[in-house]
């Protein structure tokens, strides 16, 4: 019976750290963002030359120096996403970035696909495992995006409204 119960914990501990945006359980290897250079409005890389996919979602934000870094696979399934990408970097700080990414099929939703999406478009955040999770869609819906910086300077700001920009605006 004990080994039933230890295998239970253990599966529940599994489930904790790999959960999407759960908090950062690290070990994920990056690179520094530039956090010099000025935050340019004007995109480098045309969204024209990237698939409607995820994979063109990250070629797109990397090609435009919002991304840095390995990307790390997600459990997208507990959001009833397609796939999920979670990349961690550095910008005016030491891996105070992390930035999440996931790809619905929009046009067949499961209920946890339809709850999870209601919540992002209604109030900008939904629930995991008991936390308020801060979140933004895609202008097409297609998409979601977990942004967090744990460094709350000016630039820092600007820099994540850049990203959100990109984001929003890919492939509406």
Do not use: H
């Amino acid at each position: 019976m004990k080994k039933i119960w230890m295998i239970a914990a253990a599966a529940a501990l599994l489930m904790t750290v790999t959960a999407c945006g759960a908090g950062d359980v690290g070990g994920v290897s990056s690179k520094s963002a530039s956090s010099t250079s000025a935050v340019s409005s004007a995109p480098a890389m045309r969204q024209s030359s990237v698939s409607d996919s995820l994979k063109g979602l990250q070629t797109y934000l990397t090609g435009n120096g919002v991304l840095s870094g390995d990307a790390t696979e997600m459990r997208a399934d507990v959001i009833g996403a397609k796939d999920g990408v979670r990349y961690q970097f550095s910008y005016n700080g030491k891996n105070n970035v992390t930035a999440e990414f996931y790809e619905y099929k929009v046009g067949s939703l499961n209920s946890t696909a339809q709850e999870v999406l209601n919540s992002v478009k209604k109030n900008g955040k939904f629930t995991l495992m008991g936390q308020q999770m801060n979140a933004s869609l895609s202008d097409s819906g297609k998409y979601l995006m977990i942004y967090k910086d744990s460094v709350s300077k000016q630039e820092n700001q600007a820099y994540a409204d850049k990203v959100l920009k990109l984001f929003k605006s890919f492939k509406s």
